[in-house]
C-alpha cells in the first residue's frame, strides 16, 4: 500500500498537535484563544485586528513549542492565529492583515486594507 503525501503530512499534523496540546501555552485557556480569533478574524480595520491578536501573540512569545505551533501551521493548512502569526490555509500573514470578507464589502474591505 502506498502512502501519499497529503497522508504523511495529515499524520505528521497530528502528532505535533498532541505534542502543542500537552507543551503549548495556548492550552491554558482554549476559550481566550477562540474568541481572539475569532474577533481577530471579524476585525474591521488592521488596527482591530493587531489589538485582538495581541494577546495571543503575546503567549506565543513565551511558549516552548512556538516554532513547532508553524511547523503544525504550515502543515495542517492552519486559518488563525499561531506562532505568533495570523495564518490563512498554512500561510503567515502579518497579524495586522484582515480577512477579505465576501460580499458587497469586499471591495471596501480590500480598499481600506491598502
Keep these: 500500500m502506498s502512502t501519499t503525501r497529503r497522508q504523511v503530512e495529515d499524520q505528521f499534523a497530528q502528532e505535533l498537535a498532541a505534542r502543542l496540546a500537552v507543551t503549548g501555552q495556548c492550552r491554558f485557556d482554549a476559550r481566550l484563544w477562540l474568541a481572539g480569533e475569532q474577533a481577530h478574524a471579524n476585525a474591521p480595520s488592521p488596527a482591530?485586528?493587531?489589538?485582538?491578536?495581541?494577546?495571543?501573540?503575546?503567549?506565543?512569545?513565551?511558549?516552548?513549542?512556538?516554532?513547532?505551533c508553524g511547523q503544525?501551521?504550515?502543515?495542517?493548512?492552519?486559518?488563525?492565529?499561531?506562532?505568533?502569526?495570523?495564518?490563512?490555509?498554512g500561510r503567515p500573514r502579518s497579524v495586522r492583515v484582515i480577512p477579505v470578507r465576501r460580499g458587497k464589502?469586499?471591495?471596501?474591505?480590500?480598499?481600506?486594507?491598502?
Excluded at 482591530?48 to 495571543?56: E, I, M, Q, T
Design 48 to 68: 482591530a485586528a493587531r489589538d485582538a491578536a495581541a494577546p495571543l501573540v503575546a503567549l506565543c512569545a513565551q511558549c516552548p513549542v512556538c516554532r513547532m
Design 72 to 89: 503544525w501551521a504550515i502543515v495542517d493548512r492552519y486559518t488563525g492565529i499561531a506562532a505568533g502569526w495570523a495564518w490563512k490555509n
Design 105 to 114: 464589502s469586499a471591495a471596501k474591505q480590500s480598499r481600506k486594507a491598502s
